[in-house]
């Protein structure tokens, strides 16, 4: 069936070390969406890709989709401990469903 | 209302028990998503409803877990017989989805299920 796998599943950095984590799909994507969840909360929204190439910023994090739509990575330069939680890449695949990968973890230690 | 709403937040429940999980979404958003989500875990797909569509049920872990929306509207999370397996949170989300961009899928609190 339609998956998206993401990479690495746990991620220990020290403050000020970048972060990557990497979203891959077996089918072509219509879209990936990426969120963010702290812990104990929920995941909430970050940003959306849409265009095949795609990259996007907002100020530490780099989001890009691959040309061909089905992997994408999101990158933190010089991590902060408030970067701290659970990373989630979402891809749309056909018709509405959303399918999230499990997830990178990530620790700063300060 | 302003955000999803999940009912209870939280749900203590003995073996073997029927319980039933409440999701208001947002108005107006036409997709809900159930997931659930063990401690320290990724989001495990369960169910999806998009408008009047009949709902993508392939999530299901068993035929103990059923779901249904009302009126396009609040969604019940009916699990029966729970095992300790069960235990986890739950969470809802709903979205506006149409053509090939998506609205942000907007998360609820989460009930967390405990299973004694």
């Known amino acids: 069936g339609q998956q998206v796998m993401q990479i690495p599943q746990y991620q220990h950095v020290q403050e000020g070390e970048d972060f990557t984590t990497y979203c891959n799909s077996s089918?072509?994507?219509?879209?990936i969406q990426w969120y963010k969840q702290r812990p104990g909360g929920h995941p909430v929204f970050l940003i959306q890709l849409v265009k095949s190439g795609e990259v996007k910023k907002q100020k530490r994090l780099t989001f890009q989709f691959g040309e061909a739509k089905k992997n994408s990575s999101l990158h933190i330069t010089a991590t902060q401990t408030t970067d701290v939680g659970t990373y989630f890449c979402a891809g749309r695949t056909g018709g509405f469903k959303t399918i999230f990968g499990a997830g990178t973890r990530l620790f700063v230690k300060a | 209302g302003a955000g999803v709403s999940q009912s209870p937040s939280n749900k203590v429940t003995e073996k073997g028990k029927d319980v039933e999980l409440r999701c208001d979404p947002i108005?107006?958003?036409?997709?809900l998503y159930w997931y659930r989500q063990s401690l320290g875990q990724g989001l495990e797909f369960l169910i999806y409803?998009?408008?009047?569509?009949?709902?993508?049920k392939s999530g299901l872990p068993s035929d103990r877990f059923s779901a249904e929306r009302t009126g396009g509207s609040v969604s019940t999370l009916t699990i029966q017989r729970t095992q300790q397996e069960d235990s986890a949170v739950y969470l809802c989300?709903?979205?506006?989805?149409?053509?090939?961009?998506?609205?942000?899928?907007?998360f609820g609190q989460g009930t967390r299920l405990t299973v004694v």
């Open positions: 089918t072509t994507l219509s879209n």
């Open positions: 108005s107006g958003h036409t997709a």
């Open positions: 989300a709903s979205r506006l989805a149409s053509g090939t961009v998506d609205t942000e899928a907007f």
């Open positions: 409803f998009q408008g009047n569509s009949a709902p993508d």
